[in-house]
T-cell receptor, first 111, second 112 residues
């Protein structure tokens, strides 16, 4: 069974500082990794997925199969980045039942 | 285009009562799922459906029933509510098996 670990429940950084939200996974196959975000009073929404290899709102995440990690990074944090972030893994061949979420990291950007 | 709509947004129940959380999507998505969100636990899959007439259990299905009579609707039923079911419930849909999840706004349920 796959598992997703987000070691930080809460991460607080100052505006303008770099941000790194950690995500480690355990899965023997070829996973798909995602970051979902929930801003205050908004719906959960997809932030990015590793297969897209894109930067969204200044965030990037690289899948490191050797370290089984998918850390989310942003060089300069902004106050609007404050939110709850969830890392998620979909097993190869998985569908609606194959998505496992981490416990989430609450990111607070201080002014 | 409303996306995924959940009702009610808030509900308080007494132990043993029954209720149904409604979920509807207008995107013609085949796949729908229900999650519960608890502090420190993240999101856990309760039930999911890969199309009308087809449902299956997720990680935490006990105490919940679902049905999928139409593509649009995926209600979640609590037959006899328990305090352990106090949570925020999210319905989600996806266009394809490996697609992005689109979430509803959530339903906050308190069981006394």
């Amino acid at each position: 069974a796959q598992r997703v670990t987000q070691p930080e429940k809460l991460l607080s950084v100052f505006k303008g500082a770099p941000v790194e939200l950690k995500c480690n996974y355990s899965y023997s196959g070829s996973p798909e990794l995602f970051w979902y975000v929930q801003y205050s009073r908004q719906r959960l929404q997809l932030l990015l997925r590793h297969i897209s290899r894109e930067s969204i709102k200044g965030f990037t995440a690289d899948l490191n199969k050797g370290e089984t990690s998918f850390h989310l990074k942003k060089p300069f944090a902004q106050e609007e980045d404050s939110a709850m972030y969830y890392c998620a893994l979909r097993e190869s061949g998985g569908g609606a039942d194959g998505l496992t979420f981490g416990k989430g990291t609450h990111l607070i950007i201080q002014p | 285009n409303a996306g995924v709509t959940q009702t009610p947004k808030f509900q308080v129940l007494k132990t043993g009562q029954s209720m149904t959380l409604q979920c509807a999507q207008d995107m013609n998505h085949e796949y729908m799922s229900w999650y519960r969100q608890d502090p420190g636990m993240g999101l856990r899959l309760i039930h999911y459906s890969v199309g009308a007439g087809i449902t299956d259990q997720g990680e935490v299905p006990n105490g919940y029933n679902v049905s999928r009579s139409t593509t649009e609707d995926f209600p979640l039923r609590l037959l006899s509510a328990a305090p352990s079911q106090t949570s925020v419930y999210f319905c989600a849909s996806q266009r394809e098996r490996i697609g992005e999840l689109f979430f509803g706004e959530g339903s906050r349920l308190t069981v006394l």
